[in-house]
Nanobody
């Protein structure tokens, strides 16, 4: 299992940027797919971005070109750089680990709130 702690959220204006961090427990993080998810009230959790153990990335269409996922396995940290933020990006953002994209198996953290508003 990979325990995670998300951070970096906050209140930003439309068009602004945030970098989210997912600090993971010090296991062999390199064997895991790491994924950012987000959830808004009344909606099911959705996949935002994923990065495999070999560095292959996947993005939701709604964030392509604006968000970038990366990983630093030495620091046991996964990042989500979010640029050109839109109000519809407002959500609680979570990260999780897995052996396959879209199939989280790790425990869920508390997430970090991102609010995009004027």
């Amino acid at each position: 299992q990979v325990q995670v702690v998300e951070s970096g959220g906050g209140l930003v204006q439309p068009g602004g940027s945030l970098r989210l961090s997912c600090a993971a427990s010090r296991s062999n993080l390199g064997i895991y797919v790491m994924t950012w998810y987000r959830q808004t009230p009344g909606k099911e959790r959705e996949l935002v971005a994923a990065i495999t153990s070999t560095g292959v990335t996947n993005y939701a269409n709604s964030v392509k070109g604006r968000f970038t996922i990366s990983r630093d396995d030495v620091k046991s940290t996964v990042y989500l750089q979010m640029n050109s933020l839109k109000p519809e990006d407002t959500a609680v953002y979570y990260c999780n680990s897995g052996l396959k994209v879209g199939e989280p198996i790790g425990p869920w953290g508390q997430g970090t709130q991102v609010t995009v508003s004027s």
